[in-house]
């Protein structure tokens, strides 16, 4: 995890208010799934498979604070460890844990705000392993990494945006072949945790 601090001493709380606005629309609930750039390779068994690693999620953090509140280097150190967490759990569920397709979607789709969970549940390819779950018998994820821009309110964070990437390799009957995942996660602050209010986000589904 790595903390790097943004300043932002013009920030007032009225104008808090509009850039979370502003993000959250800006950011809407639009995805795209399948091929592409990133989609994967089609599979070959030519080699055994590598061990897996353990999930890691490398985040640089920054936060924007309004005047007279927390330094924006202790806002972001502070808001570090529950946004890895998020993170975490959410490639896990996408991913990690959702190879074979029987843990099914409700843990992920919990992690989306109510308004937008049926939406999620609809491009559930373009947000994780979707319809291809159950032809993957693991994930060995390769890389992890995540930045962060945190904007906080008096003491707390009130919301963030998050650019996620993921590589790993997808284990299949047929062979092995890359799976990949880019996505812009617009999060809203819940207390003690996030929930995802908008998204954009790609992955390319294993051959």
């Known amino acids: 995890m790595i903390v790097a601090a943004r300043n932002n001493s013009k920030l007032r709380m009225a104008g808090l208010a509009g850039v979370l606005t502003g993000v959250l629309l800006a950011g809407g609930c639009t995805s795209g799934g399948g091929s592409g750039t990133d989609g994967k390779a089609p599979g070959s068994s030519a080699a055994p498979a590598a061990p897996a690693q353990p999930l890691k999620v490398e985040l640089v953090t920054m936060a924007k604070v309004p005047p007279g509140g927390l330094s924006a280097k202790r806002a972001a150190t502070r808001a ?17 844990n959702a190879a074979g397709g029987e843990a099914g979607w409700d843990g992920l789709i919990g992690l989306f705000d109510k308004p937008v969970r049926a939406s999620a549940r609809k ?6 392993l979707g319809a291809d779950a159950p032809k993957v018998s693991a994930i060995r994820p390769s890389r992890a990494s995540a930045r962060a ?20 390799t997808a284990d299949t009957a047929q062979g092995s072949g890359q799976v990949h995942l880019r996505s812009v996660l617009q999060l809203l602050a819940t207390g003690d945790s996030w929930r995802i209010a908008a998204f954009d986000s790609r992955t390319g589904p294993p051959k």
């Open 80 to 96: 570090a460890p529950g946004l890895e967490r998020f993170l975490d759990r959410y490639l896990t569920v996408a991913f990690v």
């Open 149 to 168: 821009v945190v904007l906080y309110g008096e003491q707390r964070p009130e919301a963030a945006t998050v650019r996620l990437a993921f590589d790993g």
């Open 123 to 128: 491009q559930l390819d373009a947000l994780s």
